[in-house]
């Protein structure tokens, strides 16, 4: 029991500092998501040159997509146009960004890592995007622009929707659809944390993992097969900088792990060829490291608000009842979505005579 309860303890730290961060997150998804037409997004991604692919990572980081969410949502893009150099820059920057993961950085790794990480996120998906563009030869035509859908209520588009409508659409996605997708993801992400602020020794990562280029390696190989949304990965990171993790390897996980996975190793490979999955794989190692080891160098800079990252799981930003009420709020959604998912699933099964 003593266990359980330090575990359970070191994971609702980590909820609470998370929770207010992510709701918001949430809310401005849903704003996305209704307000911004993201069909539209495949007509400006369909040249093999620099400015398409830029526009396919600048397009990818604000969206909520995490590494499953994101491979239908390439996909469509392919089949409307987009070209390969597009979609890898699109593939990469997507999933290691979107509007909550931003604010759950911000939350447990202070304002400079979230910055750091958006960026990185952009060069990584452009320097990947602009290799494909160059070295794999991409004929395909663009196809006729598919119908477009209504966001609000799934049907035509060419009709309106009242304000009130459209801010039940907004919570709808924020809540529903996005939060049904990552909640499980982000509870998981938040107990590996919490047990690795219990059982992990102050003093292992110095002796086990060491530092620099070493720790960076190891991150960099435990990422790329991990199933990690971009949120998710945020608290084990924080868990383990608090454990003396650096900077810069804790930021190769949080690009390397919900970038790759083997979905989407495969999805590329029968997409758009082998070539582009060693450029994909080559153009996140050689990113992630060394604007990884830049983080380690700037984090020693003696410049205030750099290292505010981790230590705010110690000081706090905001009010504890705030943090509290956000997490119940957060785990009340999450709980809701699942128990709704699984009574529709028995009435679907039920309806099919299973």
């Known amino acids: 029991m003593d266990i359980i309860t330090g575990v359970l303890i070191e994971s609702y730290v980590l909820l609470n500092e998370m929770s207010p961060y992510l709701l918001f ?19 400006h991604l369909g040249g093999s040159n620099t400015l398409s692919v830029v526009k396919a990572s600048l397009f990818g980081i604000p969206l909520p997509l995490c590494s499953c969410g994101v491979i239908p949502a390439a996909l469509s893009l392919r089949r409307q146009g987009a070209s390969k150099g597009s979609m890898l820059s699109f593939l990469i920057s997507t999933p290691t960004t979107g509007l909550d993961s931003i604010f759950a950085t911000y939350s447990l790794l202070g304002g400079f890592f979230a910055g750091y990480r958006l960026l990185a996120s952009f060069v990584t998906g452009v320097l990947s995007g602009i290799l494909a563009n160059l070295l794999i030869k991409d004929s395909t035509a663009r ?3 598919a119908e477009k859908k209504c966001e609000v209520c799934g049907g035509e588009e060419h009709h309106k929707h009242s304000p009130a409508e459209k801010a ?3 919570f709808g996605y924020a809540f529903g659809t996005l939060l049904s997708d990552t909640g499980g993801w982000i509870l998981g992400g938040i107990l ?6 219990y059982f992990m020794p102050d003093d292992f990562i110095g002796t086990y993992l060491g530092d620099g280029w070493k720790a960076m390696g190891i991150m960099l190989v435990t990422g790329i097969p991990m199933y990690v949304c971009a949120t998710g990965s945020i608290p084990i990171a924080a868990a383990l900088m608090l454990k003396g993790l650096s900077p810069g390897a804790a930021f190769v996980f949080l690009l390397a792990g919900p970038a790759t996975n083997a979905v989407s190793i495969t999805l590329i490979s029968r997409e758009i060829g082998k070539r582009a999955v060693v450029m994909y794989i080559i153009s996140i190692a050689i ?5 990884g080891y830049l983080l380690d160098i700037l984090w020693e800079l003696p410049i205030a608000g750099i290292a505010d990252g981790a230590t705010a799981l110690k000081k706090g930003f905001l009010p504890y009842w705030v943090k509290a009420m956000s997490s119940f709020l957060l785990l009340a959604a999450i709980l809701f979505n699942y128990f709704r998912n699984r009574r529709q699933g028995v009435e679907s099964c039920d309806a099919g005579g299973v």
């Open 25 to 43: 997150g949430f809310f401005f998804a849903g704003l996305l998501h209704i307000f911004i037409d993201t069909s539209t997004i495949a007509g």
């Open 143 to 145: 196809p006729a622009q």
């Open 168 to 170: 039940k659409g907004v």
């Open 192 to 197: 590996i944390g919490g047990c690795i602020a």
């Open 287 to 291: 990113s992630g490291l060394l604007m």
